[in-house]
């Protein structure tokens, strides 16, 4: 993409309506711009973002046999009231239609999930199967002044799955688990994300969330470094004590909840009656869990810790573009190069715009591509063109015809 | 993927509380499950339709210039009534926030997308510039009774394109109406998709409808056989003739409308106060167009217009898969072809499911891949395959060793 063409500007001051961090930056460098409190537009660098980061969720979700689906955000009170959550769940967005009937905007869909689910599944032989979508949520928040990190409308992937007892539940919570954990690598969050014990139900001890520490965050969060997990501020209120070591000298954090995984049991399948035969031909309730991870907040979650004065630093499988190339009004020269990096697949943003030096450097700090390429009248005497990480001080001279082969080879 | 593996099923018999054809046959085939009237889930085989219909769009999009964005579907109240429709708009789901704010759920967005471009465009050096999204939309219909035609909730294209001038809008608003003949053109509406002229605003004579004909459609359009136009039911009743060539011989069909450009010159530039400044620095009010398609509106159109008695038939483009292999009790030999086909990256559904030939033949057809290739003691014996076009009724036998070539030669 050429950057001359690309109808978003980058801003030289942070937005005054703006209070979060990870928004502020995101909407200096034209990645989203803001509608309202928590309501936010991705514009074409932030979608980019948004997209890749969604492709990595749904290619680690594939690869453990999740199924996806899209249900629809206009969900009708029926289904809420079956399971008492029509009146009990606070943050319900509810509205009346025109057929006078009442709907809420979908906060989560177990209450969608199962009935569907149900309608084709009747035997132990359709079990174990997992459901997931990734799809715009809502949530009628009362305050909502972090960014990407506690909207009114936000970006979901919820996997259902569904089991016949609870000993295969229990394997799937685990492989769950483990690929959370490798799309929080893929995504650069590894490090510092931690499997954190939350409360359970009715049908397990603990639930799990995935807390990346943060000082934006909004939960607290207790780390045993021995067993490198966590409690939650609500755990530790009743044990003060890592679950797995009894270890008691616990470090408390600021964390942002970038997953949860929450073993349902029959809490949603008790209500719709969605029951299986087993092999004799016995009626029995599915066996439920759900896993929750929020797109939109994992990217607010990545610019809150992965930033610096001059703006973005994307990891690679996140970034809008691998390269920002960058034209010092050797436009003829670059267009040249252009083509070639496209031609090789490498993504680029092409900065071909009538400006000096200093404008367009700022730029591509500030969007953050993980490369950023130079050519000037400099670098072209010497028949090279300059290369630096964002993530780096140092410069590199690479010769024109090595240029492809600096990521290829 | 393997049907075994697939959580959905086909259903012998039309769900008896749906009366759409379109709908009908969709949850028969397993492709959607009805939440409520005109609110749909896309299971996966419908979801891989529905993501086809936007793939094509996009790259026609993309071809035309337009930039991906990602607006919200909850819209402040503010934002409606600067161009006086908060009042006006029949169709809006309105709700009201815990922030004690009036909301609307975005059924079209020139009230969001005028003032986001308002934001980053100033001069006429920026202009022209387009952009779109594909986006969940929402509209408080009293009545939805036709499946995928009129959902309560649906998918949408729109892209609005911004100007210095009529006279680039009206280059640009050619270039939109050949590229939605191309995108009709490849999800296999071309022949009977007609340019229809509609009531145009205070900005130009006419706007443009695409109208598809079909005896489902809820509109009535009037075509001009020589001129291969229409004109819409309003534009009738003020005067009876093919607005090119005058002919008054138009003959009435039924049509769905699977498509509408619109020259909405200074309408939502005027009231948000979007100008741009001209070469002579003087401000001046930018002029905009907009385009909609509706993806799900399509996948519904093309289940009207491309079904038999045994079930759907879907063009290649927009096909779930493009080959449905089907073990007749031979996995172990069809292990090996379906093996085959995925790394010759021809997508493929594979029924490797323990059910007899004639069950497996119905959920073929049904299911309306372009090509059915079975596998059978039979064939084997032969050294080959059956395969069959969804379209005829003729039977190839293939060998073996050929088959990936009848694809990719």
Known sequence: ???????????????????????????RAGFIDKIGAGIYTFLPLGLRVHNNICRVIREEIDAIGGQEIL??????????????RWENFDALFRLKGG????????ATHEEIVTPTVQRHVFSYKDLSTAVYQIQTKFRNELRSKAGLLRGREFSMKDLYSFHTDQKTLDAYYEIAQKAYFK??????????????????GAFSKYSHEFQTVCDAGEDTIHICDKCKVAVNQEIIEEQSACPLCGNVELRAEKAIE??????????????????YLDESGTEKPVIMGCYGMGPSRIMGTIVEISHDDGGLIWPEEVAPFKVHLVSLRQNEATDLLYDRLQKA??????????????EKLVSADLMGCPYRVVVSAKTLAEGSVEIKKRTSQEVELVKLGELINYWTK
Do not use: C, H
């Not at 799309?183 to 359970?200: K, N, P, Q």
């Not at 993504?347 to 009538?354: A, F, K, L, T, W």
């Open 1 to 27: 993409m050429r950057l001359s063409q690309l109808f978003t500007r980058t801003l030289k001051e942070n937005p005054k309506d703006e209070t979060s961090l990870n928004a502020q930056i995101l909407m």
């Open 258 to 275: 970038v997953g949860n995984i929450f073993k349902l049991g029959t809490r949603f399948s008790e209500p719709f009656g969605f029951n």
């Open 183 to 200: 799309i929080y690598e893929r995504l650069g969050l590894l490090d510092i994300t931690f499997l954190t014990y939350a409360s359970g």
């Open 99 to 106: 057929d006078n009937r009442d709907y809420a905007l979908g």
């Open 71 to 84: 249900m629809p955000a206009l969900t009708p009170k029926e289904y809420w009231q079956i399971t008492g």
């Open 345 to 358: 697949k490498i993504e680029v943003i092409y900065d071909d715009r009538d400006l000096g030096a200093g």
